[in-house]
Nanobody, 124 residues
Framework: QVQLVESGGGLVQAGNSLRLSCVASGGTITYTRMAWFRQAPGKEREFVAF???????RYGDAVKGRFTISRDDAKNTVYLEANTLKPEDSAVYYC??????????????????WGQGTQVTVSS
């Protein structure tokens, strides 16, 4: 089973950018659906972005136009380019994977392979 490790989080000022990475091991992501979610304290895990060749990419409304998901299958890595960051983007960002497309890609409970998360904090 694929294992995921996120990196790239940190503390940034509002308006700046970060690039998060998710490296997979134990298998190839070539035929794997990949997604990013985030979770702020006291809130539910929120869909951020999705990537799969059969569907393309999808974004959550809160990040549409500011965040970009991309993947390098040769490096077994998925990226999340987060631009024009806002304080409300502060959260732990998680990478998720699935060998098949969940019925509802926006629902975190339908993804069962997760990384440990990387903290993003945006100061105002």
């Amino acid at each position: 089973q694929v294992q995921l490790v996120e990196s790239g989080g940190g503390l940034v000022q509002a308006g700046n950018s970060l690039r998060l990475s998710c490296v997979a091991s134990g298998g190839t992501i070539t035929y794997t659906r990949m997604a990013w979610f985030r979770q702020a304290p006291g809130k539910e895990r929120e869909f951020v972005a999705f990537s799969w060749r059969g569907v393309g990419v999808r974004y959550g409304d809160a990040v549409k136009g500011r965040f970009t998901i991309s993947r390098d299958d040769a490096k077994n890595t998925v990226y999340l380019e987060a631009n024009t960051l806002k304080p409300e983007d502060s959260a732990v960002y998680y990478c998720a994977a699935s060998p098949s497309t969940p019925n509802n890609i926006y629902n975190s409970t339908q993804w069962y392979i997760w990384g440990q998360g990387t903290q993003v904090t945006v100061s105002s």
